[in-house]
C-alpha cells in the first residue's frame, strides 16, 4: 500500500515536472507553468477570497447533498419495500433519471432567479437519482431469509424497514450517494457559471473572461483539492457505517 502511494506521488511529480519544463519552453500564455499557478493560488485562496467565493459553493454543495440524501433514500427505501408503489413510479424514476442534470438549469433559473435557492435545487435535482435509484435495488433486494426471520420474531412492517430492510440496503446506498456526491460537485460548478455572481464556478469563469490565466486555473486546483478531500471523507464515513459489511466480504473472499 505504502509502495503505491509513493509510486503516485512519484508519478505526480514527474507529470508536473514536465509540464513545468513543457509551459516555459513552449511561453504559451493559455498554459502558465505549475510555479507560476501555486504563487497565484496561494496569494487568491489564503485570503479573503476563500470566504467570499468558496464558502457560498460548499454551503451550497452540502446543503443539496443532504438534502437530496434524505429525500432520495427515505423514498427509495418506501417505494423498494412496497410492490405497488415499484411498480406505479418506476417507469416515472427511469425517465427522470435519464434526463441530463444540467438541463434544469433554465428551468431553475425561470422558476426560482438566481439566488442559492436555484443553486441548491438544481444540485438535489442531480444528485437525488443515483441515491433514490440504488435505495430502490438495496431495499428490493434483501434476502426473504432475513425477512422471514423478522416476521418469525413477530417484528412490525415499520420494525422489519428499520432494523432489516434499511441496514442490509446500507451497501447499495453508499454506492448511490457517492456516485450523487459526485454529481452534486458537477452541479454546483455548472450552475455557478450559467447563474451566479459568486462561487467557485463563477469565479473561475470570470477569471477566464478577463483573461486571468493563473487566476482561472488557481480556481480549478481548489476544485480539485475539495473533490478529493470530500471524497475521502466521505469514504472514511463508509468505511466506518459499512465496516461489518467490508468485514463480512473480506471474510467471503
Not at 75 to 93: C, F, K, M, N, Q
Not at 138 to 149: F, I, K, N, P, W
Not at 188 to 194: Q, Y
Amino acid at each position: 500500500m505504502r509502495g503505491r502511494r509513493l509510486l503516485g506521488l512519484a508519478t505526480i511529480v514527474v507529470l508536473l515536472a514536465a509540464w513545468e519544463l513543457a509551459a516555459r519552453a513552449g511561453g504559451n500564455v493559455y498554459v502558465p507553468p505549475p510555479s507560476q499557478i501555486a504563487v497565484t493560488f496561494v496569494h487568491e485562496w489564503f485570503s479573503p477570497q476563500f470566504g467570499q467565493e468558496a464558502v457560498p459553493s460548499i454551503w451550497r454543495l452540502l446543503a443539496g447533498f443532504v438534502i437530496a440524501t434524505i429525500v432520495g433514500v427515505a423514498l427509495g427505501v418506501a417505494i423498494g419495500v412496497s410492490d405497488a408503489l415499484y411498480r406505479t413510479l418506476d417507469p416515472v424514476l427511469q425517465v427522470l433519471r435519464a434526463l441530463p442534470p444540467t438541463a434544469v438549469i433554465p428551468v431553475g433559473i425561470l422558476l426560482l432567479g438566481i439566488g442559492d435557492s436555484m443553486k441548491v435545487a438544481v444540485i438535489v435535482f442531480g444528485a437525488v437519482w443515483p441515491i433514490l435509484v440504488n435505495s430502490v435495488d438495496g431495499a428490493r433486494s434483501v434476502s426473504s431469509e432475513r425477512l422471514d426471520t423478522a416476521r418469525n420474531f413477530g417484528f412490525s412492517r415499520l420494525e422489519t424497514i428499520v432494523a432489516v430492510t434499511f441496514p442490509s440496503a446500507l451497501p447499495q446506498i453508499f454506492a448511490g450517494l457517492r456516485v450523487g456526491l459526485a454529481l452534486a460537485f458537477i452541479m454546483i460548478v455548472i450552475s455557478e457559471m450559467v447563474g451566479g455572481s459568486n462561487g467557485l464556478g463563477y469565479a473561475i469563469l470570470s477569471a477566464q473572461r478577463t483573461f486571468s490565466i493563473p487566476e482561472m486555473y488557481a480556481g480549478i486546483v481548489l476544485l480539485a483539492i475539495l473533490g478529493y478531500g470530500l471524497n475521502a471523507l466521505f469514504t472514511l464515513l463508509e468505511r466506518r457505517v459499512l465496516a461489518w459489511h467490508l468485514g463480512s466480504t473480506a471474510v467471503t473472499r
